[in-house]
């Protein structure tokens, strides 16, 4: 089979090669979905939760490094949540909070 036999099925094959429309990215109905911070309840999970920290922030309310949260803290409990996408850690004023307060009267009463 000759070179330009082969050219000629290459160019037939496209021509029946038809498109394929891309989906349709993103949510079908936005409107049904809340925004970010307009979540129903979100003012609600705020005052339970308290305000989202870094763990900087974290780390200065307790008053240690951020080598100390990871290592130390993290690994005894110190709630935490990490978002899948970017890996960051997020810890919430309330939950960092009672969690300190738990620990403080644990090592009380040994």
């Known amino acids: 089979m000759g070179i330009r036999k082969l050219e ?3 160019a037939d094959n496209a021509q029946e090669i038809k498109p ?3 989906p349709g990215l993103g949510q079908h ?3 049904d979905y809340p925004r970010l911070g ?3 309840g979100s003012s609600a999970a705020t005052a339970r939760l308290g305000q989202p920290f870094t763990i900087r922030q974290a780390a200065a309310l307790i008053g240690v490094s ?3 949260i990871r290592q130390t803290l993290m ?4 709630p935490h949540f990490r978002c899948a996408r970017s890996g960051r850690l997020i810890f919430y004023e309330h939950l960092i909070t009672a969690w300190v307060l738990k620990h403080m009267r644990g090592a009380k009463s040994k």
């Open 29 to 31: 109905c936005p409107s």
């Open 20 to 22: 394929i429309s891309a």
């Open 75 to 78: 690994p005894q409990g110190l």
């Open 38 to 40: 307009q979540a129903e």
């Open 66 to 68: 951020c080598w100390t």
């Open 8 to 10: 000629n099925a290459a």
